[in-house]
T-cell receptor, first 111, second 114 residues
């Protein structure tokens, strides 16, 4: 079965730096790969979607890359701010409607 | 943007009782909604896919007679936890699918069964 790996350890970075989060998966590549943000006690919030034939997608300070050879997606937040502190979830969508979520990586941006 | 609401946001009930959770898409019609469960420090686990006007599709290991799902309209899906037990205590989250395969999540419902 598909397995999604995100770094379970928290990522601590200083304000203004670029945060880079990793999502690795096994088996075959999904049609779509998505990134969500989740704050404690809240539902996830959709951030970005990238298709399997796309290499990179940007939205404001966010950038996502998708390497189907490495079976990996990288999620970057540039000029990070304390308000960016949250858990970031990687999710894969195949030829159905179902999303498969990773366990998420907690990002802590300190001043 | 697409907004999904859930009610209640938290509920405490006694073991053996039933609890209904509502999920509404406020500004768009959602043919497909999803119900997830999330335990502390774990990822979201899909419980079932809810399609308007038809029976829900449950994931393997999810008891359909215990978790009743009704998708009565394009803006409302309900999850009823029947005969709740302490092990059902969890964070239940619904989502509605957007046009571009993204999902819009509700704020979640914290269920505590005593």
């Amino acid at each position: 079965s598909q397995k999604i790996e995100q770094n379970s350890e928290a990522l601590n970075i200083q304000e203004g730096k670029t945060a880079t989060l990793t999502c690795n998966y096994t088996n075959y590549s999904p049609a779509y790969l998505q990134w969500y943000r989740q704050d404690p006690g809240r539902g996830p919030v959709f951030l970005l979607l990238i298709r399997e034939n796309e290499k990179e997608k940007r939205k404001e300070r966010l950038k996502v890359t998708f390497d189907t050879t490495l079976k990996q997606s990288l999620f970057h937040i540039t000029a990070s701010q304390p308000a960016d502190s949250a858990t970031y979830l990687c999710a894969l969508l195949y030829n159905t409607d179902k999303l498969i979520f990773g366990t998420g990586t907690r990002l802590q941006v300190f001043p | 943007g697409a907004v999904v609401s859930q009610h209640p946001s938290w509920v405490i009930c006694k073991s053996g009782t039933s609890v209904k959770i509502e999920c509404r898409s406020l500004d768009f019609q959602a043919t497909t909604m999803f119900w997830y469960r999330q335990f502390p420090k774990q990822s979201l686990m899909l419980m079932a896919t809810s399609n308007e006007g038809s029976k829900a599709t449950y994931e393997q290991g999810v008891e359909k007679d215990k978790f009743l799902i009704n998708h009565a309209s394009l803006t409302l899906s309900t999850l009823t936890v029947t005969s709740a037990h302490p092990e059902d205590s969890s964070f239940y989250i619904c989502s509605a699918q957007g046009r571009g395969y993204e999902q819009y999540f509700g704020p979640g419902t914290r269920l505590t069964v005593t």
